[in-house]
C-alpha cells in the first residue's frame, strides 16, 4: 500500500483556481509510478463520486463529465506526486477531495476500485 497525504484545499470564488496535490510514500515493493491514482470528491449528505484518474501505465487521465474542460490531472513521479489542476470552479463543486490509488493499470470509477486513501482536503465554492 502507498499513504497519501492531499493538500491545497480552500475557500475560492466561482470561477477561481485551486490545485491540489497528493503527496504519496511507499515503504518498500512497488514504486509510487506504478500506482493508477484517482480523485474523488464527497459533498455533505452524498456519495464519494469520481473526479478523475490517471493510469501508471497509460499515463492518460480519464475525467467525470462533469469536470471535463475545467479539471485536469498529471503526475510527477520524481516527485511522487498528483496534481488535480481545477479551473473555472462552480458552488456545485464544493466538497472534500481525496485522493487514491491503486495498482491496477486500468481507472477505476468506483471507490472499491482503490485500496489507499488520503484524508481528504476542504474544497468550497462560493458564488
Known amino acids: 500500500q502507498v499513504q497519501l497525504g492531499e493538500s491545497g484545499g480552500g475557500s475560492v470564488q466561482a470561477g477561481d483556481s485551486l490545485r491540489l496535490s497528493c503527496a504519496g510514500s511507499?515503504?518498500?515493493?512497488?514504486?509510487?509510478?506504478?500506482?493508477?491514482m484517482g480523485w474523488f470528491r464527497q459533498a455533505p449528505g452524498k456519495e464519494r463520486e469520481f473526479v478523475g484518474a490517471?493510469?501508471?501505465?497509460?499515463?492518460?487521465?480519464g475525467l467525470a463529465e462533469s469536470v471535463e474542460g475545467r479539471f485536469s490531472i498529471s503526475r510527477d513521479n520524481t516527485k511522487n506526486t498528483v496534481y488535480l489542476q481545477m479551473n473555472s470552479l462552480r458552488p456545485e463543486d464544493t466538497a472534500v477531495y481525496y485522493c487514491?490509488?491503486?495498482?491496477?493499470?486500468?481507472?477505476?470509477?468506483?471507490?472499491?476500485?482503490?485500496?489507499?486513501w488520503g484524508q481528504g482536503t476542504q474544497v468550497t465554492v462560493s458564488s
Open positions: 487514491a490509488a491503486t495498482p491496477m493499470e486500468i481507472i477505476a470509477e468506483t471507490p472499491r476500485g482503490y485500496d489507499s
Open positions: 511507499v515503504d518498500f515493493g512497488r514504486p509510487f509510478s506504478r500506482y493508477t
Open positions: 490517471i493510469s501508471w501505465k497509460e499515463r492518460t487521465p
